[in-house]
């Protein structure tokens, strides 16, 4: 193993020790164990893949209808850009279906230009979901997001978002506590900007911020 390497190794150990206690936790103990994902529920997946699968969840209520949530979800996917203050750049590309205006968004974002990839989109389950196609670093053979919308009152609904990223090798295994805790908080942030978008009709203060670096 190069120099180089084993520098990374040692720099990441105390970060791997620090959020041991996170990554014991096994995934087992997500709430909603029957949510499904591609047709398969999360406590159907082998030991062996949720050592190197981690999953992301996060819901929220948005005081609005389950309509005015969708239009901002799925009619507009094309430009997170609206209302997200990670991406500073987004556009549709390819021919939609099932209702979508696009299959891909390419997003120009704080990790780097992503390129993502629809792979479900229902506007009567008012739910999609994408893999990220391009743009992962090397370790993160597979990275997924799945958006759905519930509608609990007249003018409320919930919005739960599962994000699933498939981790590979030794610096993946290394890092794997850090990446949980930094895509964590980037998608209660995202979660939050869309509540904020959807209810205000106007970014979240913190979107305003980054348009406002930009310039």
Request: aromatic residues 6%; proline residues 5%; hydrophobic residues 40%.
């Amino acid at each position: 193993m190069k120099k180089t390497t084993w520098l990374l190794v040692a720099a990441w150990l105390p970060i791997l020790f620090a959020f041991k206690s996170i990554e014991n936790h096994p995934i087992s103990q997500l709430p909603n164990q029957s949510l499904t994902l591609a047709g398969s529920p999360l406590n159907s997946i082998s030991p062996a893949k949720k050592s190197k699968t981690m999953f992301i969840k996060k819901e929220i209520i948005i005081n609005a209808d389950i309509e005015k949530c969708w239009q901002l979800l799925g009619e507009d996917f094309a430009h997170a850009d609206r209302w997200a203050s990670a991406v500073s750049h987004s556009e549709g590309n390819g021919a939609g279906f099932n209702g979508a205006s696009c299959s891909e968004r390419s997003c120009s974002t704080s990790l780097g230009g992503l390129k993502e990839k629809l792979l479900e989109f229902s506007p009567e389950q008012h739910l999609l979901k994408y893999e990220v196609a391009e743009g992962m670093p090397a370790m993160v053979k597979n990275a997924t997001n799945d958006w759905r919308l519930t509608s609990l009152e007249k003018d409320q609904t919930r919005l739960t978002m599962v994000a699933e990223m498939q981790i590979s090798g030794l610096m993946g295994t290394l890092m794997k506590p850090m990446m949980r805790a930094k895509m964590s908080k980037l998608t209660g942030q995202i979660a939050e900007e869309f509540k904020y978008f959807v209810e205000n009709g106007a970014p979240h203060p913190r979107k305003v911020k980054a348009m406002q670096k930009k310039r």
